[in-house]
């Protein structure tokens, strides 16, 4: 076969004609490329080939009917393509006149998953322009789905899998991802997928899904991001009988087998990018996810988004909340119901912020917030039997069952679900809610919609229209007594992808908990008095590029403050550098 060089952007081939195109989220498409958010030159496309067949097979660089004449000529394309000349606009309009018409969520998914995997410019085009329709299709609830049917809906590999069989060649493995200049790296080992429980190697669903969300909401350019899913195995019995189960076939490894994998993993992740990349914990079961955060958070850049990230994204909602409610963080009495990851990660960094804000001490604070879980209200009698990272919420009262008698004795003014158990949210634990609380704050945060403590409808109905509620997965508005009531969105993924991109930008070499009140912060002062005005505790999704660039920059100027960020000098503008860094997916055009 004859070879022809094709080079792309630094070959001096690619032309950025798009310098003033606008796309959506709210961010100016500044430099037409995500070039600040480089820390080396980006690769081009430099491929051997007779023809521009390849050309058309690559995601990256494939504008499918974009081609126009002239690249059609320069790089064989031609009678490769039907006549007809697509702008990006219009094949956008296709593509989502398509996706409307398939009844199916899951259909949707597959079908923007083939898009991502056909021409990624126009994937992530459609994303940051469509990203309310599109963000419950890619992210919860259907993600939720797409891991449980992964083996039955698998087409190509996305990602990165490692396995115990690669024990002691993860090195080697990490050397085949095609990319070498990675930034952010989403992991999971599978083992608590949404609150859906452990679906094994299928959970590989989840960092790709997350991973996209960093590209679209938070302008991290896909070539830097490395969705990996670790397979240990899986204990769940129905997977492990299903002949289209696509991981390995033994139950999970635990223990020093666990524990050595995990850490050749994260050595060998920094010896291979560096110590900048940033490494996210996803849907780790938190007899594990606790313990690597611990382990990891001295000596690598790791977040861990469901202890972390949604503890920023909720203490955001509840400060914002106040206006509606009134009073300072200070003045609440907060309930959970489930005390594992999220509940506890809500909680600390709750009663963090009120200490900061008030001078109180830690183990003064926490004694506003009390968690239920499998076994009741955690008070000090059962502290003896508790894991280590309820210790600290066993207060003293005396021994409660049921939720509904904790909402009864406690009387909180403020009610979140984080036990991954749908529907424990009863009318009797609503209307008790709204019985002492003029307008009581019900977040329902379990993923995804079957795992939702209450829907949005419950919620107004059981309370007569005056609770404010949000919830991990999104709900459509509700009409109750005539008035239509908003439900907001209570989901991490407003915080990650700015709060990533905050470290990348700022070359931060670790995470501090000031850096999740900053984002947090960010996030809060976002929210309109439009907004405010429907009930709502967080900005509508729709600028969600803008909101990403302004919790960045709260996170690098943390970062700076702290002493721990490395790209110096620190640039005087961050929301506007922020902005600068962000990937937008116009296409480039081909000399
Ligand atoms: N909206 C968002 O952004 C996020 C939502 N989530 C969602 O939150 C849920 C929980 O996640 P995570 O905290 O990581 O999970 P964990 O497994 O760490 O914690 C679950 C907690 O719920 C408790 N629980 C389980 N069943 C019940 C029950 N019937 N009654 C009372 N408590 C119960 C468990 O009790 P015990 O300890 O006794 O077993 C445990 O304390 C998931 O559905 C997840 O999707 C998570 C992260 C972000
Ligand atoms: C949103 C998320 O991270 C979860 O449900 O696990
Ligand atoms: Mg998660």
């Known amino acids: 076969m004859e070879s022809t060089l094709i080079k792309g952007m630094n070959g001096g081939s690619v032309v950025d004609d798009d310098k003033a195109g606008v796309i959506g989220g709210g961010v100016e498409d500044v430099y037409g490329e995500d070039r600040a958010s480089h820390d080396q030159a980006i690769t081009p496309w430099t491929l051997s080939l007779a023809s521009g067949y390849t050309l058309?097979?690559?995601?990256?660089?494939?504008?499918?009917?974009?081609?126009?004449?002239?690249?059609?000529?320069?790089h064989y394309l031609t009678g490769l393509l039907p006549?007809?000349?697509?702008?990006?606009?219009?094949?956008?309009?296709?593509?989502?006149?398509?996706?409307?018409e398939y009844q199916v969520p899951l259909q949707r998914y597959m079908a923007l998953m083939d898009l991502q995997e056909r021409n990624e410019k126009l994937f992530y085009k459609l994303l940051i322009d469509n990203v309310e329709e599109l963000l419950p299709v890619v992210y919860t609830p259907t993600v939720g789905e797409a891991c449980q049917k992964y083996g039955s809906i698998f087409r190509r590999p996305q990602g990165l899998f490692i396995s115990l069989k690669e024990k002691g060649k993860i090195l080697e493995v990490l050397k085949n991802w095609p990319e070498k200049s990675i930034q952010v790296i989403v992991v999971t080992d599978g083992e608590r997928i949404l609150g859906l429980g452990d679906l094994g190697c299928q959970g590989m669903g989840i960092p790709v899904g997350k991973l996209s969300l960093y590209t679209a909401l938070g302008g991290v350019r896909p070539s830097a991001c490395l969705p990996i899913t670790i397979d240990v195995g899986t204990n769940n019995k129905k997977l492990l009988e299903d002949d289209f189960y696509i991981?390995?076939?033994?139950?999970?490894?635990?223990?020093?087998?666990?524990?050595?994998?995990?850490?050749?993993?994260?050595?060998?992740?920094?010896?291979?990018?560096?110590?900048?990349?940033?490494?996210?914990?996803?849907?780790?079961?938190?007899?594990?996810?606790?313990?690597?955060?611990?382990?990891?958070?001295?000596?690598?850049?790791?977040?861990?988004?469901?202890?972390?990230?949604?503890?920023?994204?909720?203490?955001?909602?509840?400060?914002?909340?106040?206006?509606?409610?009134?009073?300072?963080?200070?003045?609440?009495?907060?309930?959970?119901?489930?005390?594992?990851?999220?509940?506890?990660?809500?909680?600390?960094?709750?009663?963090?912020?009120?200490?900061?804000?008030?001078?109180?001490?830690?183990?003064?604070?926490?004694?506003k917030i009390w968690l239920v879980d499998s076994k009741g209200l955690i008070v000090s009698s059962r502290k003896e039997s508790l894991q280590h990272f309820k210790k600290p919420w066993a207060h003293e009262h005396e021994p409660v069952k049921e939720l509904l008698g904790a909402v009864k004795a406690i009387k909180p003014t403020v009610l979140i679900g984080t036990s991954g158990v749908g529907k424990t949210f009863t009318k009797e634990v609503v209307e008790a809610m709204a019985s002492f609380n003029e307008k009581p704050l019900i977040l329902a945060l379990s993923n995804p919609t079957s795992q939702s403590e209450c829907t949005a409808e419950e919620a107004y109905t059981w309370s007569e229209g005056r609770a404010i509620f949000a919830s991990g997965s999104p709900f459509d508005p509700?009409?109750?007594?005539?008035?239509?009531?908003?439900?907001?969105?209570?989901?991490?993924?407003?915080?990650?992808?700015?709060?990533?991109?905050?470290?990348?930008?700022?070359?931060t070499i670790r995470v501090h908990d000031d850096m999740l009140l900053a984002a947090s912060e960010a996030l809060a002062a976002q929210v309109t008095e439009e907004n405010y005005a429907k009930g709502l505790i967080y900005p509508p999704f729709t600028n969600i590029r803008k909101i990403s660039a302004h919790i960045a920059a709260n996170v690098a100027a943390k970062a700076y403050e702290l002493g721990l960020a490395s790209h110096l000098p620190r640039p005087k503008d961050l929301v506007k550098y922020a902005e600068s860094c962000m990937y937008t997916p116009l296409y480039n055009s081909y000399r």
Do not use: C, W
Request: hydrophobic letters at 45%.
């Open 83 to 100: 006549p007809a000349l697509f702008s990006q606009d219009l094949q956008e309009k296709r593509l989502m006149k398509i996706l409307r």
């Open 478 to 507: 509700v009409e109750f007594n005539g008035k239509v009531f908003v439900p907001g969105q209570a989901n991490n993924a407003y915080i990650f992808p700015g709060f990533g991109l905050g470290l990348i930008m700022s070359g």
């Open 56 to 74: 058309l097979r690559d995601p990256r660089y494939n504008k499918g009917l974009a081609f126009t004449e002239k690249e059609r000529d320069a």
């Open 247 to 367: 991981g390995l076939r033994q139950n999970r490894a635990t223990g020093e087998e666990y524990a050595e994998l995990l850490e050749e993993f994260m050595s060998a992740v920094k010896q291979n990018y560096g110590e900048k990349v940033l490494i996210q914990f996803e849907d780790f079961a938190n007899h594990n996810a606790f313990e690597l955060l611990a382990r990891y958070r001295t000596t690598h850049l790791v977040f861990n988004d469901d202890i972390q990230g949604t503890a920023s994204v909720v203490l955001a909602g509840l400060v914002a909340a106040l206006k509606l409610v009134g009073g300072t963080l200070a003045d609440h009495t907060f309930l959970f119901l489930g005390a594992g990851e999220a509940g506890t990660g809500i909680a600390e960094l709750i009663a963090l912020e009120i200490s900061k804000k008030t001078n109180a001490p830690l183990e003064e604070t926490r004694k």
